[in-house]
């Protein structure tokens, strides 16, 4: 019998090269996928970090259109004197504004769109604010309707209550 190309070895041995040639396409394949959803994964939260830092940089210029204007960094300063009602607006419209943007960091956070690093920055700033008692007030009412994660991770962070 004569060797011929079209012969049953001759295709076997091609179908098996043809499965091992798919196989590799096929493994291949799903890793270009599994690069491409990281790099996806990379963007959008590099995307998410731009949005929060724009909301930021938008909340803390409010404190430039204050009459009269309020430097952000009297805002941190403990002392800040509240006495007067714009001064007073600004703050608590900043406060408030601002635990709104937590509430988000924090389902930001849950579903895996931001990074670690940039979620316990965030915990200590929110921690900072919520222990601040010149702004108990609103912080209260900004809380109140706050997911119950949140409100736990904030639970024990003031040392002595707040009158």
Same mark, same amino acid.
């Given at each position: 019998m004569k060797n011929h190309i079209f012969s049953m070895s001759t295709i076997n041995r091609?179908?098996?090269?043809?499965?091992?040639v798919g196989v590799i396409s096929l493994i291949a394949s799903l890793i270009f996928v599994g690069l491409e959803l990281r790099q996806s994964h990379k963007i959008a939260l590099a995307a998410q970090q731009q949005e929060r830092a724009a909301l930021i940089t938008e909340v803390i210029g409010s404190f430039s259109d204050a009459?009269?204007?309020?430097?952000?960094?009297?805002?941190?300063? !403990?002392?800040?004197? =509240?006495?007067?009602? &714009?001064t007073k607006a600004t703050a !608590?419209?900043?406060?408030?504004?601002?635990?709104?943007?937590? !509430? &988000?960091?924090?389902?930001?956070?849950?579903?895996? =769109?931001?990074? !670690?690093?940039?979620?316990?920055?965030?915990?200590?700033?929110?921690r900072h604010?919520?222990?601040?008692?010149?702004?108990?007030?609103?912080t209260k009412f900004a809380t109140s309707y706050a997911s119950q994660g949140l409100l736990d991770l904030l639970e024990g962070t003031r040392a002595t209550p707040c009158p």
């Open positions: 091609f179908s098996q090269l043809a499965q091992i009459n009269p204007p309020i430097s952000f960094l009297d805002f941190l300063d !403990e002392t800040i004197d =509240l006495s007067d009602p &714009n !608590e419209t900043y406060i408030y504004r601002i635990w709104m943007i937590y !509430e &988000n960091d924090y389902l930001q956070h849950k579903l895996g =769109l931001m990074d !670690e690093g940039v979620w316990q920055a965030k915990i200590a700033a929110m604010i919520y222990a601040r008692c010149q702004y108990s007030e609103v």
